[in-house]
């Protein structure tokens, strides 16, 4: 494992339906923290977990958005009854201590 | 509100001339920043940062410079290769407010580096 991994690299979803995401990080990297990208933007922060605890969220994170890191392992994000407003980049990264690695991301278009 | 900002969207350079990518911040809490590169269809790759501490930091071909008093900092990458045409995010985050380690990213800057 040399990076930080995420599934699926492309999502097409219909507006209303779900998607879950998965990240898995870097094995010895206990921080991980979900972050999304719209064209012209740099990313945004989203989430954030120290091993299993979910320590800090957005207000970008509407109710429709969830975050799971249940074993301080992978990561899943979960977005219920999509909107064409959540099309972008999500992306996840993981460190230890202060060096960060971003996985590739996944692009969610919402048709 | 934009805390972080990189008002070049682009930059074209000549092969072999310096590159200078600049930044600004407006949270004063700011300690810690980074240069992200991102190619298309990728995800962002670390590239350089600097603690507060500090005002230069060197790795190569890649050099950052902060002014805290201006709250700019700025990348300089000498020489510049085709390689390097990517597009440069400007980051930042708090360390001392313990808020995680989150970054606040710029918009970033698109460098084309000229054969």
């Known amino acids: 494992d040399t990076g930080v991994s995420q599934d699926p690299r492309h999502k097409i979803t219909k507006r209303g339906q779900n998607v879950t995401f998965r990240c898995d990080p870097i094995?010895?990297?206990?921080?991980l923290y979900w972050y999304r990208q719209t064209l012209g933007q740099g990313p945004e922060f989203l989430t954030y977990f120290q091993n299993e605890a979910q320590l800090e969220k957005s207000r970008l994170l509407s109710d429709r958005f969830s975050a799971e890191r249940p074993k301080g392992s992978f990561s899943t994000l979960e977005i219920q009854r999509t909107e064409q407003g959540d099309s972008a980049m999500y992306l996840c990264?993981?460190?230890?201590?202060?060096?960060?690695?971003f996985g590739s991301g996944t692009r969610l278009t919402v048709v | 509100d934009q805390q972080v900002k990189q008002n070049s969207p682009s930059l074209s350079v000549q092969e072999g001339r310096i590159s200078i990518l600049n930044c600004d911040y407006t949270?004063?809490?700011?300690?810690?920043f980074l240069w992200y590169k991102k190619y298309p269809a990728e995800g962002p790759t670390f590239l350089i940062s600097?603690?507060?501490?500090?005002d230069k930091n060197e790795d190569g071909r890649f050099t950052v410079f902060l002014n805290k008093s201006a709250k700019h900092l700025s990348l300089h990458i000498v020489p510049s290769q085709p390689g390097d045409s990517a597009v440069y995010f400007c980051?930042?985050?708090?360390?001392?407010?313990?808020?995680?380690?989150?970054?606040?990213f710029g918009t970033g800057t698109s460098l084309t580096v000229i054969p």
């Open positions: 980051a930042a985050s708090a360390r001392r407010a313990n808020t995680g380690n989150q970054f606040y």
């Open positions: 949270n004063s809490m700011f300690d810690y």
């Open positions: 094995s010895e990297h206990n921080r």
């Open positions: 600097i603690s507060s501490i500090k």
């Open positions: 990264a993981s460190s230890l201590n202060w060096a960060t690695a």
